[in-house]
């Protein structure tokens, strides 16, 4: 009765969606960085939605300086990388609002960050959200769902450690 809500050992954890969208393979992300899976693997989302929320409960690691990407440590030891775009860094921070910092706890749904979608596109730039395990020798198993998404709703990644 004591271990009735304890995870059960063979039994995946989920990534959700952090925006609404479409869930893509991330081989075919148009940057070669992320397409050649070289910070982890992982799936992105083609966003229809401004706001970008966790994926996961953990503890943000990161924000970086232009508010474009966010490191998370879930709960159970996995690191989540979110990159919000494709080369917007180049955008020092224009278009996009954090609403967490570096020790900050969040839950599945918690808001990270407004992103003007509209404003990176005309200045060129793509808006493919990676979201990339980057810890991936710690996984045994990982399974991508590449569909329609809503935020915080949708599983797009299980995995088993």
Do not use: R, W
């Amino acid at each position: 009765m004591f271990g009735l809500f304890k995870k059960k050992e063979n039994e995946a954890s989920e990534i959700f969606a952090t925006q609404n969208g479409t869930a893509i393979a991330l081989t075919d992300v148009p940057d070669e960085v992320f397409s050649e899976k070289m910070l982890g693997d992982g799936i992105a989302i083609i966003p229809t939605s401004n706001e970008v929320v966790s994926p996961v409960n953990g503890t943000i690691i990161d924000v970086t300086e232009t508010l474009h990407a966010y490191c998370i440590a879930t709960d159970d030891g996995l690191e989540i990388l979110i990159h919000i775009g494709v080369d917007t860094v180049e955008l020092k921070g224009e278009g996009f609002e954090s609403f967490v910092k570096a020790n900050d706890k969040v839950k599945v749904g918690d808001k990270l960050a407004t992103v003007d979608l509209d404003f990176i596109k005309s200045k060129g730039y793509q808006t493919h959200t990676p979201i990339i395990i980057t810890n991936m020798q710690d996984i045994k198993e990982m399974k991508t769902n590449l569909v329609q998404t809503q935020q915080a709703k949708t599983v797009v990644m299980t995995y088993k450690k």
